[in-house]
């Protein structure tokens, strides 16, 4: 394993700051859209109420992943395979799908596993250090053979 890209990276899971960011904004404009639409109340304010319920599931959720340990850890391993283990299943192999999307920001992954669920990884600045966010893009560039260095 002389390739340093090639090590294995180990991703535990923990919503992003920027991400909760996005989420309350995108909360707080959804709360707009449903005041200013000139819906009759019997309309706006469940749909309020189910925009506010949504955002405090959101809170709770990301309270948690920083209060405990995480619950789910993506592992990609020396050859190019993705496993999720999770604390109360196990490990289950994923096939990563078309359509994820690599900047130097952000990283957006699509999986399926083998029970044919489908899981979404979001990972920002905040959530890998620098290193580990270079070799994943770098090896998601090159699945096949990653450049001995860069």
């Not at 050859?79 to 299943?89: H, I, S, V, Y």
């Not at 990972?123 to 998601?140: F, G, Q, W, Y």
Request: some cysteine; proline content about 6%.
């Amino acid at each position: 394993m002389n390739n340093a890209f090639l090590q294995p990276i180990v991703i535990d899971y923990r919503l992003s700051r920027g991400v909760w960011i996005y989420l309350l904004l995108l909360h707080f404009f959804a709360l707009l859209a449903v005041w200013y639409s000139h819906l009759h109340l019997a309309f706006s304010l469940p749909g309020s109420l189910v925009v506010l319920g949504s955002l405090a599931w959101r809170f709770r959720q990301w309270r948690d992943s920083a209060q405990y340990p995480p619950a789910q850890r993506f592992i990609l391993d020396s050859e190019n395979r993705w496993w999720l283990r999770k604390q109360e299943a196990g490990d289950r192999r994923l096939g990563l799908l078309p359509g994820s999307f690599v900047h130097p920001g952000m990283i957006i992954l699509r999986f399926v596993d083998d029970t044919k669920a489908r899981h979404t990884l979001i990972l920002c600045r905040d959530n890998l250090d620098a290193d580990a966010l270079r070799r994943l893009r770098v090896r998601l560039r090159y699945p096949n053979n990653p450049p001995a260095e860069i």
